[in-house]
């Protein structure tokens, strides 16, 4: 559910964030509203607003991506001691911790993605907010966040895979 949130509100501010971008470069475009205003100081604080917007969720996903790996590895602790007691190669335990990361992951982005597109129709198509669509908007929230998790869930999954049964069960 976290993912799916985080996915959307990425393609959502993203889209608007371009959509306003979009709309003030070219009502500023106009030759007498460049005799007026300083077009390229306009231009370079929405892009730099654009790029804010963008870090700042890329960093929101991040967190939302790692707190789940976080969840999922502490959820699986029990498991990883078994199969380390049955004599689990480490390489099969970390593969299969990763996998379990990304079904979860996966599903939560395409709802994500979805949600998000749908959210910004509904705005562009209801308020006075413009949303633009692009490459940008469309495809930095999914990928984004299947290579965060997958990043999320490496770390600690090492660790777990490559610790003795004994300090598996006793580290909580």
Not at 94 to 117: C, F, K, T
Not at 127 to 156: E, K, Q, R, Y
Request: net charge positive; no cysteine.
């Amino acid at each position: 559910m976290s993912v799916a949130f985080s996915v959307t509100l990425s393609v959502f501010l993203i889209s608007v964030a371009f959509g306003v971008h979009d709309q003030i470069t070219s009502l500023i475009n106009d030759p007498h509203a460049r005799a007026l205003v300083n077009s390229d100081r306009i231009t370079r604080i929405l892009v730099q607003l654009t790029v804010a917007v963008t870090t700042g969720l890329a960093i929101q996903a991040a967190a939302t991506t790692f707190i789940l790996g976080q969840n999922v590895m502490g959820a699986q602790r029990e498991k990883v001691r078994l199969r380390r007691e049955q004599g689990a190669y480490r390489s099969t335990l970390l593969w299969e911790l990763m996998r379990s990361m990304a079904v979860g992951s996966v599903g939560g982005a395409v709802d994500g993605e979805l949600a998000g597109i749908a959210s910004a129709v509904w705005v562009r198509d209801h308020t006075a907010l413009p949303a633009t669509f692009n490459a940008l908007s469309l495809f930095t929230g999914f990928p984004l966040t299947i290579t965060l998790a997958w990043f999320a869930t490496l770390v600690p999954a090492w660790v777990t895979a490559n610790q003795a049964p004994g300090l598996v069960r006793n580290e909580y």
